[in-house]
Structure formats: C-alpha cells, structure tokens
T-cell receptor, first 116, second 113 residues
C-alpha cells in the first residue's frame, strides 16, 4: 500500500528566511504524481506545486520549489523568502492509480508558522 | 465560475440522526471525491467517483454512502451518525485523466453529539 510520511509535525521560521519541509513516500509504481497542498486557517485546500515522477527536473512555482529524489522516494518543499501569509498547514500527497480511477494519499501535515 | 461548492458549512447532529452533505462543481470535471480530515491527520479518502455513474470505496468508507447524481453533483450520506464521524468533510473534483490536480471545496464541519 502507498503511504506518505511527513516527519515534522511543526516548524517555525522568520520572515525572509528559507525553510524546507520533508516528505517521503512508499510506492511500487513507476509513473505517478506528487503534490504539496497548503491549508491556511481558512481551511481551504490550495495546490502549491506538483511534480510528475517521469520528469527529472524539479518543479518550481515562484518562491516554492521541490527537491524530488525518485530513488530515495523523497519529495521536500522549499519555501524561499518566507512571508507571513505562508503560515499554514502543508500536506504532501501522492496520486495513486487503480482500475477505478485516481485518488490522493495525504501525509499527516506539517504546521508552518512564519513570524516577523 | 464557483468551482467546488459544499453545503452546509456547519452541522450538528445527534447520534443516530441521518444527513446528506451536498457537493457540486461547475468545471465539467469527470472525477469527484469525498475526504474527511481529523485533528492530527491528513485528509483520508472516503469515496470517489471516477466518472458519472461510477463510485468506489476509499480508505475509510464505513458508515457512509454516496451518490453521483449527475456529472456536477456528488453527495455523501450518513445514515446513522456516530460521534466518531465528527470531522471536517471536503469534496474535491479533478478532470482526470487530463490533469491530476484536485480542486477542493471549502469543507463542512460536522459535529455528532
């Protein structure tokens, strides 16, 4: 069974600093997608970034980038120039495939606090 | 374009009562999903529907039923609510197999006393 592990329940960082959130996953599939979602206090789930496993190049979206290590099954999120609005819970997710369709498997989340 | 909408936003039930959570999307997506989120846990999949007319169980389906009424709507029913079903419920949709991004609704906070 696929699993997603986020080993850091909470992290804190100051504005303008860089922070890295860790995620590891377990799968026997070769082609898959990985995602980072952000959940601010409003509770809305917001897609931050996604990575296709067949792509060797790490995905980037403005201040957000990933370090995807396929052999190690590691998918960390780096947030550069942290802002107060980055305060949220961050979830790593793996897209699993089955005959019935696709679905996301989520990690338990990392609560990130950005302070001034 | 409202995206994914859910009703109600909040609900309090007594043990044994039944209710239906409604979800609708206006993005013409094929796939729809129901997740629950408990404190200290990530989102866990309850049921999903890959396309109109099909549904399948996820990780935690016990105590729930679903209906994919049409392409837009996917409802989640609790027949006899239990305190263990106190949670925040999220509906999501995606246009799989074209992209795999899931778009989430705002969530429903359900409390069962």
């Amino acid at each position: 069974a696929q699993t997603v592990t986020q080993s850091q329940p909470e992290m804190s960082v100051q504005e303008a600093e860089t922070v890295t959130l860790s995620c590891t996953y377990d799968t026997s599939e070769n082609n898959y997608y990985l995602f980072w979602y952000k959940q601010p206090p409003s509770r809305q789930m917001i897609l931050v970034i996604r990575q296709e496993a067949y792509k060797q190049q790490n995905a980037t979206e403005n201040r957000f980038s990933v370090n995807f290590q396929k052999a190690a099954k590691s998918f960390s999120l780096k947030i550069s120039d942290s802002q107060l609005g980055d305060t949220a819970m961050y979830f790593c997710a793996f897209m699993k495939h089955s005959q019935a369709g696709t679905a996301l498997i989520f990690g338990k989340g990392t609560t990130l606090s950005v302070s001034s | 374009n409202a995206g994914v909408t859910q009703t109600p936003k909040f609900q309090v039930l007594k043990t044994g009562q039944s209710m239906t959570l409604q979800c609708a999307q206006d993005m013409n997506h094929n796939s729809m999903y129901w997740y629950r989120q408990d404190p200290g846990m990530g989102l866990r999949l309850i049921y999903y529907s890959a396309s109109e007319g099909t549904t399948d169980k996820g990780e935690v389906p016990n105590g729930y039923n679903v209906s994919r009424l049409n392409k837009r709507e996917f409802s989640l029913r609790l027949e006899s609510a239990a305190p263990s079903q106190t949670s925040v419920y999220f509906c999501a949709s995606s246009d799989h197999p074209f992209t795999y991004e899931q778009y989430f609704g705002p969530g429903t906070r359900l409390t069962v006393t």
